[in-house]
């Protein structure tokens, strides 16, 4: 999985990587080169006291020099440009992919999970290609020259680097390997690390409510101690690494000794070349270390590789069409045509045959107990699922074969948690329409019951809005959500509990001011209070996935018990009556 | 770079270290010297972190003291073993049976005095090969010393390794209580996400910029210091030279690694910024698509993107300059003392041989210092990420706790509020001279309309936010008096967000009370109808929620909530909202167990729906902050104020309803306007 990442997203790069493999290649050469200048130096220049050739080759050292350092800066430019870009261009993939997924998928990786991958993972990979830059090739090329010269100087003792070369090989490898599943553990503890403090912020009330701060620094410790434990099991096989490396060659070369300490004996080589084969296999020690702090970047790089991997590689379950409808003729329409939803592994369906119809103009109520499925109903129009069975039509289409953003222009959507984002009162308001004018804003807010509130806000419009929108009430912020969903002028409005947090009046002033609003599109209305939805054109019963009831609410009174059961736990006798 | 700099300045006046950040006047390039440009005081923050380490921190230095001393050493006894084949070899060339005094006098008879100087020096028996047998004696040594160096080095590696997830380990804890501590202000302008990117991004960079660069840092200084010993004991002169380029590479270090300090502060926080992006978005996905964001969203976090690969850019490159640079000072002492001794031998003021020593040594003592020039930039790094966590721990605290605090004896449940006055801006009054006093067992429901300052109310009883003025007192005692823990142990809490950790059903009904039994929790479950869609789930208790999955809906996290609140039987119950996404019907059921709950309770309660609230003792009627009506049900009714309005637009059917709203709508309501848009 890493080499696939790294050649899928390395590939616009390859430019500059080759850049850079040129540029070290040169550097490299130059800094071996250096030593020779400097014993013609002492051969030529010494030897025969021409000061003339000192002075000379001095100068032609100090042009190496400065190539030497040319290539590096520019190596190092084009490595960090390569790398950088590669890590930017990862990230932005997996933000796009995981935009792209359904509910499903993103509970199935987990949203924590997910935002660890999107930063962490690839800065574990967008490191491995910036040391590479650097080092992965003047490694090789020493290492590899100086094979070269040591077989050249005394075949007959190459030999010995056909044994120490692989075992050099096999403990790095076996290091390498062991440490894999160490990383995996740590990046998987990192998500929970990630989890529990997202889940404390997130319950802050909660937890300080409950005095739950030991406990859940306890929870914590856990994690931390989890998380510690891996990094340590992993960072004492790193500690292996490098003595067992240097161990390895150092023991190498006592070996050369020995069997070149027989052959000068035997009189088959020189100890002049055995020297010389020592030094070279210094050279190759010092290009081994280089190779392996590199190398111990790659477990943990293909650990991340593995994780960026998966999300990569998860279809989105709802896909747009292949080939869109991008027009329809009618407009504000929703069609349930014998709609069956079961989740993968469930037993029973959550939504069971369902079919209606509401047309432009219409409002249709849903109601039901708590768990009923609702709100999954709901969120089949905008495709935030797909139907097992059956379909789900707007403005005559399948939902599954109309262009995405043709469908979602249609939608104003309120959902049951009013989620608002970090921003401005008027970033939040604009965020289905971005085009609206400040006017249409303050029009929706109006309509919205949220005028006077924001009005008093400091900056109006202008008032900063927090994450989630914790820095303003509950009922705040549905009424903030319902004017984003109101600014947009769909052609179909789905208020999801859009109401659950407004007092009695609000709501009563919020729905009589909605309804010259919403009078040319199809609503749907999903909500607990009987008083809310009771002058819906249609008003549906959902319980347990299926209707139990569907007409007005004066026919369900008498048609329908479970209805009449609901409507009885509010409204007063006469009420009903 | 930052260990060499400090060590081979010896005459630098303590806490120079300070203002070196800041650097000299024309390192400062027209930027303004920010704090979060610095890297000594961060780095030294750092260090002293390793203070409770400081035992297993000098076995580590011991041991890369052993560990350097033998891998030098190590050479030593190659070059003997050299000796001891080139013996042999010479020794071989000789006729057998004569003496190496005989073989000496016999090359200085030939005249070659050097040859013969080399001779009495050697150990040397004519006729006799390679001596195998001390081969094999000083090439076991050799191992045995290679093989005490590796062990060292590995035994070094594993207890700094420990040193620093010690340390990484104690910065997360610190973080996470941190969090606890500071108050919730603090998080109204922090987003989630930046937050998280800290414990995550930054913790986990520093963790493996320590572990990258202090075990090689060690060994390379370690192994500077010995060269240069080496160095002043051959010849000060020589070592004097060598010094020399020292400054020179450090200045030109400083230099850099000033300017790439800054863009490696920016890289992380545009990280955290970045995952803050990432964290809005994939928390509101769901929204991001059906409002057709998704190409806003995406150039949004392009935006960012490219700031974090700008700052990474910069940071990568400008520190991968340090090691050039300091290669090629070192190279150009190289060739300077090539040329310079060169000519010196020409000219015959220097041998041959003291320049190429000169030159052997210039070479070893390059070599650890580009090392370190090399983890600058790691160093750097991980600095920048420490400043960042530094940072969110010196964030101001909530206040603290009283040094005596306060605690109520027996605890009847009388609340009051003294003339508070609270606001969230300080520009905004929300809050002014509220006034109220809740009775002990009593019900106590706030109604008004939304932003009223219902829920401000509960979070000032919980104390999550300060008072500007006034006083609350339970049963008498100033609740600023109290301790926090104290406090909120007798209050407990159903909020109108209903807030659940992964975790099952059951451990998250036992919240409140880890000590609770099985049957209890059953209990609890049952009484809040938490049972009865429980045991349709195929895992049942069993079952795992957390905080964003959809397996169960609004309503039922709402009942859970209420159960945990139940499982604690608190002093003080306080239900903001408690039930607002569950069903009537089942609502209705758990209002029984929720009356239950509240008897000989003192209890607070906000609820839109009015029927819940009906037989309270007391209802606060609320509006921009005052309380404007307060009494029994039926006595507001009476007044026909505003209590009757919001009981009418409840209860009046939607044929009052318009009278309603005109009586409600206090002069400029938006309605008009709006019915007519």
Known sequence: ?577 | MSGASRKTFPGRPPGAGQSAGRGPPWMSLGTPAEKSMSFWPSARRLLRRLRPQRLRMACVVALSVASVAFSVAGPILIGRATNIIFSGVIGKQLAPGTTKRQAVAAERAAGRIHLAEMFARMHLVPGAGIDFKALAITLLEVLALYLASATFLWAQGYLLNDVVQAVVRRLRSEVEEKIHRLPLRYFDHQPRGELLSRVTNDIGNLSQSLQQSLSQLLTALLTLVGVVSMMIVISPLLALIALVTIPLALLLTRLIAHRSQRHFVAQWKHTGDLNAKIEEAFTGHELVKVFGRQPEVARDFDAKNDELFTASFAAQFISSLIMPAVMFVGSLNYVLVAVIGGLRVATGGMTLGAVQAFIQYSRSFNRPLTQVASMAGTMQSGVASAERVFDLLDEHEQTSEPEAPARPVALQGRVEFQHVSFRYEADKPLIEDLSLTAEPGHTVAIVGPTGAGKTTLVNLILRFYELDGGRITLDGVDIATMRRDDLRSRIGMVLQDAWLFHGTIRDNIRYGRPDATDEEILEAARATFVDRFVRSLPDGYDTVIDEDSGNVSAGQRQLITIARAFLTRPALLILDEATSSVDTRTEALVQHAMAALRSNRTSFVIAHRLSTIRDADLILVMRDGRIVEQGAHGALLQRQGAYYDLYSAQFGGAEAEDEDEQRLADGGSPLQSAAGA
Request: a positive charge; one cysteine or more.
């Open chain 1, 1 to 577: 999985m890493l080499i696939r990442v790294l050649r899928t997203y390395l590939r616009p790069y390859g430019r500059w990587l080759t850049a850079v493999v040129a540029l070290q290649l040169f550097g490299t050469i130059a800094s071996l080169y250096l030593p020779n200048l400097n014993a013609d130096i002492i051969d030529y220049g010494i030897v025969r006291g021409d000061t003339a050739y000192i002075v000379g080759t001095g100068g032609w050292m100090l042009l190496m020099t400065l190539g030497q350092i040319a290539c590096s800066v520019a190596a190092a430019y084009y490595g960090a440009r390569a790398s950088m870009s590669f890590g930017r261009d990862l990230r932005a993939v997996l933000f796009r992919r995981v935009m792209s997924f359904s509910g499903r998928e993103v509970a199935q990786f987990g949203t924590p999970s997910l935002i660890t991958r999107g930063t962490n993972d690839v800065q574990q990979v967008q490191m491995l290609v910036a040391v590479s830059s650097s080092v992965m090739i003047a490694a090789p090329i020493m290492g590899i020259g100086a094979i070269i010269m040591a077989v050249r100087e005394d075949p007959g003792l190459s030999w010995l680097l056909g044994v120490s070369v692989p075992i050099l090989a096999a403990v790095v490898g076996v290091v390498a390997w062991r440490m894999m599943p160490q990383f995996r553990h740590m990046q998987s503890f990192t998500d929970v690390v990630n989890r529990i403090l997202r889940e404390q912020i997130g319950g802050m009330r909660v937890v300080r409510s409950f005095v739950r701060e030991p406990q859940e620094t306890r929870r914590f410790e856990q994690a931390n101690a989890d998380l510690t434990g891996t990094a340590l099991r992993a960072g004492r096989l790193m500690a292996l690494l490098v003595p067992a490396v240097v161990l390895i060659l150092n023991g190498s070369s006592a070996a050369v000794l020995w069997f070149g300490a027989v052959r000068i004996n035997a009189g088959q080589t020189q100890i002049g070349d055995l020297t010389a084969f020592l030094v070279y296999l210094t050279q190759i020690l010092m290009s081994v270390m280089m190779a392996t702090f590199m190398l111990m970047m790659i477990p943990r790089a293909a650990v991340s590789a593995d994780r960026i991997g998966a999300v990569l590689g998860t279809e989105p379950s709802v896909v747009p069409p292949p080939e869109p409808v991008k027009s329809v003729g009618t407009r504000g329409q929703v069609e349930f045509r014998g709609v069956t939803l079961r989740y993968p592994g469930a037993a029973d369906p959550v939504l069971h045959d369902i079919s209606f119809s509401v047309s432009a103009g219409q409002t249709l109520a849903i109601i039901g107990s708590t768990g009923a499925g609702k709100t999954t109903l709901v969120s089949l129009i905008p495709r935030l699922f797909d139907a097992t069975k059956g379909s789900v039509l707007v403005d005559g289409v399948d939902v599954r074969a109309l262009d995405p953003d043709l469908l979602w222009t249609r939608i104003g959507f309120v959902p049951q948690r009013s989620y608002l984002f970090s921003g401005s009162v008027a970033s939040n308001l604009r965020y289905g329409n971005p085009h609206a004018t400040e006017e249409e804003l303050w029009r929706a807010l109006e309509v919205a019951q949220a005028r006077d509130f924001v009005a008093a806000m400091p900056g109006g419009l202008d008032a900063p809005i927090s994450q989630g929108g914790t820095n303003v009430s509950g009922g705040q912020r549905q009424r903030l959500a319902i004017a984003r969903a109101l600014v947009r002028k769909p052609e179909i409005y789905l208020f999801d509990e859009s109401f659950s947090a407004l007092d009695l009046a609000t709501d009563a002033r919020l729905r009589a001011a909605l309804r010259p609003v919403t009078r040319h599109a199809a609503v749907i209305i999903v909500a607990q209070r009987v008083s809310t939805i009771q002058e819906a054109d249609r008003i549906a019963v959902l319980e347990g996935g299926t209707f139990v009831g569907f007409g007005r609410h004066h026919e369900l009174l008498r048609s329908c018990p479970t209805y009449a059961e609901i409507a009885a736990s509010q409204l007063s006798a006469q009420e009903v009556a």
